[in-house]
């Protein structure tokens, strides 16, 4: 995986790699409530990774399933904290995760009205992932809003949105129990794949979204659709954990980079 | 009209941090610090299991048998005598709601700041009706910390005559662990400008009032000084180095061979940042 990391800037300096890039900052004024926010632009990009899978039942079929540049979703992440007083809880903060896609996210361009129910369904889950590791106590009155926007949607939309979100929040400064990873996960004729594309998930098989906090083994959220026979689960599920370790050994390397410089 | 169009270069990294402490432990999310369970735990930190792990990302620091983390880049947080710089966003009952860039409102209360005339009486319900002669939504002002809530909000006062409402100038906005913390915050530069650091991240540039005379002149006269004031502290930001009058105004030093436009371009920021560099470590040691 390839991660992008860029921050308000302050300055024009573009850089390539997995090193950081200024990006433009915009910062917001909105009449009703006073918002200082950061656009942070991180783009995800696999690498040509191959994760081999061995099918148990017939051991001379080795899946390779290999992830070809084709991006598994770019997401732009803009967050802030303000003090409010609308919905504002005393003790601790609210986290509001709004999710949005861009018409030319698919392979066909789609207008996409922003309350819809997808994107309600994802903001929701995206909250209840973060709720889970977001710090809130320490942040008595305020909300904390994560906005992500889908640049290129080529499968595992949710699991680029959290990984992404991750990053913000970090970049932000606000405490975490631990990175959040997240990844899809498939069966397919009898193997576990890891990390679906969006043809993949188009086939109709059942498919499983983990969000993972990596140095506990805690599961944040962990979503299934359609039918999975029960002793296949975990296969699946190990198979997403797998991944997603990965993207924190990543994560994990951009940031400490990050931090360093 | 000639236009300059400028491609994006791949930048190369300044590794070469003379005088950078590398010896800095550094942390993500998750990690575990220490699994000693004699510290006791700061900022940044949270205990699971027996272990102190780190909740931000960022260098550990260590006082005695203290373990915070101090996180790269957050909001500003107050602390008590800290000077900073906010902008008006709300007048309320009897006090003023502050933008100070820190993660809930300031509060300036009526009762902190001076009345005109300098008296020193009870605020009436005339002064309540009166709050927005005095400041409006949006006007700057400079203010001390006198207070900090539980929750992390700030209060203001303004019970001196070096703060208060600011005039004429300019406003840039940092990341507020950029600014080095010292005993006075105001410095009147030898070149024609003031600047006010604001520990918020929120730095002033004004021309320099000679005799209180002059206010509209002063400004329009020194508009060059202050603009290339203004592009050298966002320089200075780029390369993350501390800002302080001293690096300041080396680095409006280093400048001055340039037009000010250019100043904000890569690769001649990146010249006068090392120029200034090199100028502080020179005086150092």
């Known amino acids: 995986m390839f991660v992008n990391l860029g921050w308000q800037g302050m300055g024009q300096g573009w850089t390539q790699g997995s090193q950081l890039k200024g990006a433009r900052g915009r910062h917001m004024q909105d009449r009703e409530r006073k918002t200082g926010g950061f656009v942070l632009e991180v783009t995800q990009l696999p690498l040509a990774e191959a994760?081999?899978?061995?099918?148990?039942?017939?051991?001379?079929?080795?899946?390779?399933?290999?992830?070809?540049?084709?991006?598994?979703?770019?997401?732009?992440?803009?967050?802030?904290?303000?003090?409010?007083?609308?919905?504002?809880?005393?003790?601790?903060?609210?986290?509001?995760?709004?999710?949005?896609?861009a018409t030319f996210s698919t392979g066909e361009r789609k207008r996409r009205p922003h309350g819809d129910r997808k994107s309600c369904e994802m903001g929701l889950q995206l909250r209840q992932t973060f709720e889970a590791a977001i710090l809130t106590q320490l942040h008595p009155r305020s909300q904390i809003d994560i906005y992500v926007q889908v640049l290129q949607a080529d499968g595992g939309t949710y699991a680029a949105c959290v990984n992404a979100a991750t990053l913000a929040v970090l970049d932000a400064g606000i405490p975490m129990r631990d990175f959040v990873c997240a990844c899809s996960a498939g069966f397919v004729d009898g193997t576990a794949l890891a990390d679906?594309?969006?043809?993949?998930?188009?086939?109709?098989?059942?498919?499983?979204?983990?969000?993972?906090?990596?140095?506990?083994?805690?599961?944040?959220?962990?979503?299934?659709?359609?039918?999975?026979?029960?002793?296949?689960?975990?296969?699946?599920?190990?198979?997403?954990?797998?991944?997603?370790?990965?993207v924190h050994t990543l994560l994990d390397r951009v940031v400490r980079q990050h931090v360093r410089e | 009209m000639a236009m300059e169009m400028?491609?994006?270069?791949?930048?190369?990294?300044?590794?070469?941090?003379?005088?950078?402490?590398?010896?800095?432990?550094?942390?993500?999310?998750g990690d575990t610090i220490t699994t000693?369970?004699?510290?006791?735990?700061?900022?940044?930190?949270?205990?699971?299991?027996?272990?102190?792990?780190?909740?931000?990302?960022?260098?550990?620091?260590?006082?005695?048998?203290?373990?915070?983390?101090?996180?790269?880049?957050?909001?500003?947080?107050?602390?008590?005598?800290?000077?900073v710089v906010g902008r008006i966003t709300e007048v309320q009952q009897k006090r003023w709601k502050v933008e100070t860039n820190s993660r809930l409102d300031s509060v300036l209360l009526l009762s902190s700041m001076n009345l005109p005339g300098g008296e020193l009486r009870r605020r009436s319900a005339?002064?309540?009706?009166?709050?927005?002669?005095?400041?409006?939504?949006?006007?700057?002002i400079s203010a001390e910390v006198q207070a900090v809530f539980s929750d992390g909000a700030v209060s203001l006062h303004t019970r001196s005559l070096k703060y208060?409402?600011?005039?004429?100038?300019?406003?840039?906005?940092?990341?507020?662990?950029?600014?080095?913390?010292?005993?006075?915050?105001?410095?009147?530069?030898?070149?024609?400008?003031?600047?006010?650091?604001?520990?918020?991240g929120f730095i002033w540039i004004y021309p320099t009032?000679?005799?209180?005379?002059?206010?509209?002149?002063?400004?329009?006269?020194?508009?060059?000084?202050?603009?290339?004031?203004?592009?050298?502290?966002?320089?200075?930001?780029?390369?993350?180095?501390?800002?302080?009058?001293?690096?300041?105004?080396?680095?409006y030093e280093a400048s001055l061979p340039h037009q000010i436009k250019d100043i904000l371009k890569p690769e001649i920021m990146e010249e006068i940042v090392m120029e200034t560099r090199q100028r502080l470590l020179e005086q150092e040691g």
């Open chain 2, 164 to 200: 208060g409402k600011l005039g004429q100038g300019v406003l840039v906005q940092v990341s507020p662990s950029l600014v080095k913390r010292q005993k006075t915050h105001f410095h009147d530069l030898p070149c024609g400008a003031s600047v006010i650091l604001g520990n918020n």
């Open chain 2, 209 to 251: 009032p000679e005799h209180k005379e002059e206010e509209a002149g002063g400004f329009i006269a020194n508009l060059e000084v202050i603009s290339r004031l203004r592009n050298c502290i966002i320089s200075l930001v780029t390369q993350r180095m501390m800002l302080y009058d001293t690096s300041i105004l080396y680095c």
């Open chain 1, 51 to 101: 994760l081999k899978v061995e099918g148990e039942a017939d051991p001379q079929r080795t899946v390779e399933c290999e992830l070809e540049g084709v991006g598994l979703a770019h997401v732009s992440v803009l967050f802030q904290i303000r003090g409010s007083r609308a919905r504002a809880l005393p003790d601790r903060a609210l986290v509001n995760c709004q999710y949005s896609s």
């Open chain 2, 126 to 140: 005339e002064d309540e009706l009166a709050m927005r002669g005095f400041l409006q939504e949006g006007d700057l």
């Open chain 2, 6 to 29: 400028r491609l994006p270069v791949a930048r190369k990294p300044l590794s070469e941090r003379l005088g950078r402490d590398t010896k800095k432990h550094l942390v993500v999310p």
């Open chain 1, 196 to 246: 679906l594309s969006h043809v993949e998930e188009a086939a109709g098989g059942p498919q499983l979204a983990l969000a993972l906090l990596p140095a506990s083994g805690q599961i944040a959220l962990l979503e299934m659709d359609a039918r999975l026979h029960e002793d296949h689960l975990e296969r699946v599920l190990e198979a997403a954990a797998q991944a997603a370790r990965d």
């Open chain 2, 36 to 83: 000693d369970t004699g510290f006791m735990r700061g900022h940044g930190t949270y205990m699971g299991e027996e272990k102190l792990i780190a909740s931000v990302a960022g260098s550990v620091e260590r006082v005695n048998k203290l373990i915070c983390v101090k996180a790269l880049k957050t909001r500003y947080i107050g602390e008590v005598g800290d000077i």
